[in-house]
């Protein structure tokens, strides 16, 4: 089935710069690729997805970049806020019934 | 309001208790799921239906039971709990599959002794 590995675990990055978290993916079939963001004590919420015909999307501060021949794709956070800071998990998926595969979360801390 | 409901959202209790854990969504999703979510290991599939009387396994089914007989409850069962069934379960649905948007519940942390 497919593996999904995430990087870094914790990320700790100045409020104002850039944060930039990654994803790798083993099976070259998979299609979907959405990120989650979960806040303290609350449910992981959509934040932004990518389809495999697509190579960047964004939606203001928040982009997402996806190399299909590397297998692997990246969440950007430009002008990080406090209100940033929250567990972001990446997904993929090849559709159908096999569900969506999540990394194992990245911690941004966004320090004052 | 759009939602997806989970009840108990907390709950002890013992090993060997059973236990339900019920899910309703409100947006006649297709789609329902079950996940598990450990410090460290993310969110861990257990089940999964692609539609009423359809569920299948998802990638740590071992200790659960699941039911779909109407297309808005996804009920999520522990006939035996045992203590590392510990955790933060959430229930999620979407409309088709998962080429979409996958709207969580609010989660429900369960402690067996």
């Known amino acids: 089935g497919e593996n999904v590995e995430q990087h870094p675990s914790t990320l700790s990055v100045q409020e104002g710069d850039s944060a930039v978290i990654k994803c790798t993916y083993s099976?070259?079939?998979?299609?979907?690729f959405p990120w989650y963001k979960q806040e303290l004590g609350k449910r992981p919420q959509l934040i932004i997805d990518?389809?495999?015909?697509?190579g960047e999307k964004k939606d203001q501060r928040i982009a997402v970049t996806l190399n299909k021949t590397a297998k692997h794709f990246s969440l950007h956070i430009t002008e990080t806020q406090p209100e940033d800071s929250a567990v972001y998990f990446c997904?993929?998926?090849?559709?159908?019934?096999?569900?969506?595969?999540f990394g194992k979360g990245t911690h941004l801390i966004i320090q004052p | 309001e759009a939602q997806v409901t989970q009840n108990p959202r907390y709950l002890i209790t013992v090993t060997g208790k059973k236990l339900t854990v019920t899910c309703s969504q409100n947006m006649n999703h297709e789609y329902m799921s079950w996940y598990r979510q450990d410090p460290g290991l993310g969110l861990r599939q257990i089940y999964y239906?692609?539609?009423?009387?359809?569920?299948d396994k998802g990638d740590v089914p071992e200790g659960y039971k699941v039911s779909r007989k109407e297309k808005r409850n996804f009920p999520l069962i522990l006939e035996s709990p045992s203590p590392n069934q510990t955790s933060l379960y959430f229930c999620a649905s979407s409309r088709r599959e998962y080429t979409g948007e996958l709207f969580f519940g609010e989660g429900s942390r369960l402690t067996v002794l």
């Open positions: 997904a993929a998926s090849i559709g159908g019934a096999d569900g969506l595969t």
């Open positions: 099976d070259s079939a998979s299609n979907y």
């Open positions: 239906s692609m539609n009423v009387e359809v569920t």
């Open positions: 990518i389809r495999s015909n697509v």
